[in-house]
């Protein structure tokens, strides 16, 4: 016959998954206050200046998209001011009357600048908009 396993070892164990083993797995689920930066299509004038995140932050984008995607899907596409492309990808188009949020990975440093060129996604490839800012120096 086999032995019975003791109610102290049991618990004991699960005591210790519960403080060491189960809290290393669980991610961090608290709430990030995030400030995004305003882009408007390119127009004659000053270019949007972004501040330089801190360290390994991120930068938010509220694109304002003032033409409706016929099909509802976006691309999009960053580069740096030399052409080099920083990130691309596509996105449903937002709402009408309300932004496209990016959040942009700590790969942009200043003091750069960017454009970001949004079109329809399909055969189209219709330019919605083009956006131009600088990130400035630390």
């Avoid at 454009?115 to 800012?133: D, K, M, Q």
């Amino acid at each position: 016959m086999g032995r019975s396993r003791s109610p102290w070892t049991l618990g004991f164990v699960t005591t210790y998954q519960s403080f060491w083993v189960v809290p290393s797995l669980r991610r961090d689920v608290s709430a990030v206050a995030i400030v995004p930066v305003s882009l408007r299509p390119a127009s004659r004038g000053a270019e949007v200046v972004v501040p330089q995140p801190s360290a390994g932050a991120p930068i938010t984008l509220a694109i304002e998209i003032n033409e409706p995607a016929d099909n509802g899907q976006l691309i999009y596409d960053l580069k740096a001011a030399d052409g080099r492309t920083i990130v691309s990808g596509r996105a449903a188009a937002p709402a009408p009357g309300a932004p496209l949020l990016l959040l942009i990975p700590s790969t942009l440093a200043g003091p750069s600048h960017y454009i970001l060129s949004v079109h329809e996604a399909g055969p189209s490839n219709r330019t919605l908009g083009e956006y131009r800012f600088a990130v400035s120096a630390q």
